[in-house]
Each structure stands twice: as structure tokens, then as C-alpha cells.
């Protein structure tokens, strides 16, 4: 049998598409043609300590991974079972919910304000807005774009992102933005597509705005959406030097487009991706036709973007 699975059936693939987490390791273990005691051995010689009846209880869905341990030695059973990296990962979603509240930081998830550079503001800025259901959200995919002016200025952001709910009751989203450039004004939120705009926070001191999105209205388990938001900058706009995205829980599929007028191209731009655990990436690249792009699968938890200069 060869890594990728090439030549396997339509609906294993399908299942390592869209789930659920428990019948796509059961076909995958069944694929590979190995039994528990035997996947545990190899997992024990790579140090990974998960008991044949863990993997029992995960194929069959009494239970699933969700510590950091557990998520861990997940990545190392995806290669035991030649399957892409990150595709049974992707399939856990946010974890379940333990006693009366959700998601909370001992689960072993970052805290909303993990990778940002000062988390006590963060964190109290989004304690004024309902974040409860940010867990029970998987980010099936996010497309970003930004849009640079002629004098270098940044304009507008424009997100789409489609989310599905792993619970009943996900009827919101929160949108977390910070300009370095705390002088400036925050931006205004715009063109709303499958959601509207609930409570707020503006400190424009910390360079911070956080809005809730609505959805239209809240989401069955297993129910996806699909919303499209804008953030457009009031002049004087913050001049543009970089962009990133934040992930606290893994997003599928994430797209960064940058925009450049032509009156405005970097002389370098930047590439940059850093994992939850793992040392930082960059690459540099050439803007093409006054843009640059990038693609991450199954990523996070971390930060990916883009930074650039405009003279050497």
C-alpha cells in the first residue's frame, strides 16, 4: 500500500472530507490492515503512549482525542495510516462540552488571546462580547483579502468564511481586528452577507475592535454558513505594512490575498506561518501582477500572514 491512499474508495475519501471523526479512523484502521495492538506498538515505538483500547473507544465513538497528548499522538497515527496530515485532525472540531460550560481553557485549547501580542487586552476586550460558541464552531474555510491604496495606505479587508456548527446553538461570530497605529481610527464594519452585527467594543487606545456577527439564525448541529464582512479603514488610513490571521482552533482550508496598487508595489514581501508548538516559517515572495497570495490546510493553531517593505 503506498502513502496518499491512491486508488481508495469514494466514500472513504469522502469520510476523511467531511467525517464523522470516528467512522473515518474505523475505515481508515480497516484500510490499513492493522489491529489495535498492533497500531499501539507502533505508536509506543515512536513514544506516543495511546492503549489499544483508546483506539477502540475513538473508532467506535464512545470517545475522542481532545488533549493536547491525545492531538499530539493523533498526528503520528495519520502517518501510521498513510492518510493526508491533519485530515483526521481536521475532523475533530471544537471539543466537547465538559460540565456547564464549554470550551474552556483547561481543555487544553489557547485562550482567545494566545497569539496576540498583549492577551490580557485582548482578552478583556472580548469579555464584554458573547464568545461561548467560538468552540463549537469548526472554520471549514476563510478567504481574506486586503487591499493596499496608491499611498500605501491600507483600505479595506474583505472576509469569507464558512463555519459549521458541531452543537445546537452557534448564532454568532466574533471578529477580532488590531491596527499597530493606535492614533488611527478603527474601521468601519460594511458589506454583510449571512450575518449582521450585534454588540461591539471599540478601543481605539489599544488599536482594538471586536464585533459580533449574527447569523441569520442559530445553527443546527452539523449546520454550515456561509458569511461575507468587510472592514474598511477611515482616513487617515493606517499605512500598510503586514497582515495576519490568528487561529485558536484549526481552520481547513485558509486563503491571504494582498492586494497592491500599482502606484504602491513592496520592494520585498514576506510569507510567514508559525504552528502552536513549532518554530516560525517564512518565505520570501515576488507580488505577481501587484498581489500575493498565499494557501494553508489544515492549519493551526498559529498565525499566518504576510509583512513587506516598501524601500530597502
Not at 57 to 82: A, T
Request: hydrophobic residues 35%; positive net charge; charged residues 30%.
Amino acid at each position: 500500500m503506498t502513502s496518499g491512499r491512491a486508488g481508495q474508495a469514494p466514500e472513504f475519501e469522502r469520510l476523511l472530507r467531511t467525517g464523522p471523526f470516528a467512522d473515518a479512523l474505523r475505515e481508515a484502521i480497516k484500510a490499513r490492515g492493522l489491529s489495535l495492538d498492533r497500531l499501539r506498538e507502533h505508536l509506543h515505538a515512536r513514544g506516543v503512549s495511546i492503549t489499544a483500547a483508546t483506539l477502540s473507544y475513538w473508532q467506535s465513538g464512545r470517545s475522542r482525542p481532545e488533549r493536547r497528548d491525545s492531538v499530539l499522538g493523533l498526528r503520528h497515527l495519520e502517518q501510521l495510516l498513510e492518510v493526508p496530515p491533519g485530515s483526521l485532525i481536521a475532523l475533530l472540531g471544537p471539543p466537547r462540552a465538559r460540565g456547564r460550560w464549554p470550551g474552556r481553557a483547561d481543555d487544553g485549547l489557547p485562550e482567545i488571546g494566545r497569539f496576540w501580542p498583549d492577551r490580557g487586552r485582548i482578552d478583556a476586550a472580548v469579555s464584554d462580547v458573547d464568545t461561548r460558541w467560538d468552540e463549537r464552531l469548526t472554520r471549514i474555510s476563510q478567504h481574506d483579502v486586503v487591499t493596499v491604496g496608491p499611498g500605501r495606505e491600507e483600505l479595506a479587508i474583505r472576509s469569507r468564511q464558512v463555519l459549521r456548527a458541531e452543537a445546537d446553538g452557534p448564532d454568532r461570530w466574533v471578529v477580532i481586528l488590531h491596527i499597530d497605529e493606535h492614533d488611527r481610527p478603527l474601521p468601519a464594519l460594511r458589506s454583510l452577507r449571512g450575518c449582521r452585527p450585534g454588540r461591539s467594543v471599540h478601543r481605539p487606545e489599544d488599536g482594538l475592535l471586536v464585533v459580533e456577527l449574527l447569523f441569520e439564525h442559530p445553527l443546527a448541529r452539523g449546520e454550515t454558513v456561509l458569511t461575507e464582512h468587510t472592514l474598511v479603514n477611515r482616513r487617515p488610513c493606517p499605512e500598510a505594512t503586514n497582515y495576519e490571521r490568528k487561529f485558536r482552533l484549526p481552520v481547513r482550508e485558509y486563503v491571504l490575498e494582498i492586494r497592491f496598487s500599482p502606484k504602491a508595489v513592496p520592494v520585498r514581501c514576506r510569507r510567514y506561518s508559525e504552528v502552536d508548538g513549532h518554530p516560525a516559517e517564512s518565505a520570501e515572495v515576488v507580488p505577481g501582477n501587484g498581489s500575493v497570495h498565499g494557501v494553508a490546510l489544515n492549519f493551526g493553531p498559529g498565525r499566518y500572514g504576510f509583512d513587506w517593505k516598501w524601500d530597502e
